[in-house]
């Protein structure tokens, strides 16, 4: 079953604006992680957030966590068309780390 | 520095036939977990290798089995193929069970067609 589910489904944009999409999850977790796929290959790893982090950022990526709310929001500051992509986030839970569970991802379109 | 290799790239099978796919980790990494990817989902978690025993398995049948070689490289095979088997199956190998930083680093996945 899929821990983490992300929204919106689908975003679509103009190039030079900010993406925000969200991950909502349901149990406690070591760490939050976001990934992006390209139509259908290999995911890519952006970046991590431990559960004891408030925000991160990476480049034109900013993370934040709050464990209260169970949640996390990944910015993509003046997005690129390169930036189109599914983004999924996946969570690490907190007593097996070994097992990694992503959520259903967000379909963000960048438009030239 | 090769990263993780995936073979075959796509295949077509048929119902109730079997498949074996293959994973070479990244370099220096001795940790595989397999994820199947249906359209439009995310990965879903199948199972995890490491010291060539499968350490931890997700909510997948008996059907998919799973091997580690001392190269560390990987092999999921499913039996009696269905139709619902179809998607990409993705591996990612990590330095560790846990992984020092917890980063998966994925293949490009092997397409399986189910007619």
């Known amino acids: 079953s899929q821990q983490g589910e992300e929204d919106p489904q689908a975003l679509s944009i103009q190039e030079g604006e900010n993406a925000t999409m969200n991950c909502s999850y349901k149990?406690?977790?070591?760490?939050l992680q976001w990934y992006r796929q390209n139509s259908g290959r290999g995911l890519v790893h952006l970046i991590l957030?431990?559960?004891?982090?408030r925000e991160k950022h990476s480049g034109r990526l900013r993370v934040t966590l709050d464990t209260s709310k169970k949640s996390s929001s990944l910015l993509i500051t003046a997005s690129r068309a390169a930036d189109t992509a599914s983004y999924f986030c996946?969570?690490?839970?907190?007593?097996?780390?070994?097992?990694?569970?992503f959520g259903a991802g967000t379909r963000l379109t960048v438009k030239p | 520095d090769a990263g993780v290799t995936q073979s075959p790239t796509h295949l077509i099978k048929t119902r109730g036939q079997q498949v074996t796919l293959r994973c070479s980790p990244k370099?220096?990494?001795?940790?595989v977990s397999w994820y199947q990817q249906a359209l439009g989902q995310g990965p879903q978690f199948i199972f995890q290798y490491y010291e060539e025993e499968e350490r931890q398995r997700g909510n997948f049948p008996d059907r998919f089995s799973g091997h580690q070689f001392p190269n560390y490289s990987s092999e999921l095979n499913v039996n009696a193929l269905l139709l619902g088997d179809s998607a990409l199956y993705l591996c990612?190998?990590?330095?560790?069970?846990?992984?020092?930083?917890?980063?998966?680093?994925f293949g490009e996945g092997s397409r399986l067609t189910v007619l």
């Open positions: 996946a969570t690490s839970l907190l007593y097996n780390n070994n097992d990694m569970r």
């Open positions: 957030i431990r559960s004891n982090e």
């Open positions: 990612a190998s990590s330095p560790g069970p846990s992984g020092v930083s917890g980063e998966l680093f």
């Open positions: 370099s220096g990494h001795d940790t």
């Open positions: 149990t406690s977790i070591n760490n």
